[in-house]
């Protein structure tokens, strides 16, 4: 597909916004650093809609993105924190979905043995994340909301391997690799919250949590199939084996 001359102004601007941001995480530059936050991923957005071909294009992942941008402001402002964490589970739920759909339930029962190996892996994993934290979290009384919210991360996981595992190219990998990557800033963010609050963990968070969501619109704009909202119904059906 040929881009528009707006694709790639946008894209640049992208990078632009990206740098500083970082340079600003990194300088500690706090006020720059706030409101470029808020604009990261609504520019990710729209490149993704500038660049994305017709075919492959999803609505659903604009919404992801948007609830994305949601949850960057909500965890600026103090009282609002819990709802930027909700914005970001709503947001994690649609890439769920996505992956869910676009993978099909009957490859779920072709690769039934594979899926199962990766939910016991996964769920190896946020056993011992969950007891990593475990002791901060009972102190700040947040053991019931963070089990919640590593379950759902996992699952947004082993939906993103499944899916890579099925079409097996570039970009079905790398989406996956984006979802691990998210994951990874979730976990760090997670750590400078309740344990220890190191000089360098902005940065760090902010690199994986960008390169992640930039990863999932990369492959996602260059998947095999289209996704469409009647395939969420036709999962569901498949799903309940009807």
Known sequence: MKMSHLFYIMFFFYMILVSVHLYCCFHH??????????????????TYYLGCPKDKFSKFILIALIFGCLGDLLLLIKNLFIFGVVSFLLGHLIYIIIF??????????KNLFVFLVVCVIYLYAESKVLLYFKPALLKHGLW??????????ATLNI??????YVYRNLYSILTYIGSLIFAISDIILAKQLFMENNKYYQIVIMF?????????????????????????????????WI
């Open 100 to 109: 869910l759909c676009e993978t099909g339930f009957k490859n779920y029962r």
């Open 208 to 240: 994986t949590y960008i390169l992640g969501q930039s990863l999932i619109s990369l492959g996602m704009a260059n998947k095999q199939n289209s996704f469409e909202l009647e395939l969420i119904k036709d999962g569901i059906k498949k799903m309940m």
């Open 29 to 46: 530059y706090e006020d720059v650093r706030k409101v470029t936050k808020v604009f990261l991923m609504p520019c990710l957005a729209l």
């Open 144 to 153: 019931g909301p963070l089990f919640v919210y590593t379950s759902i991360l």
């Open 159 to 164: 939906s993103s391997a499944i899916y890579a």
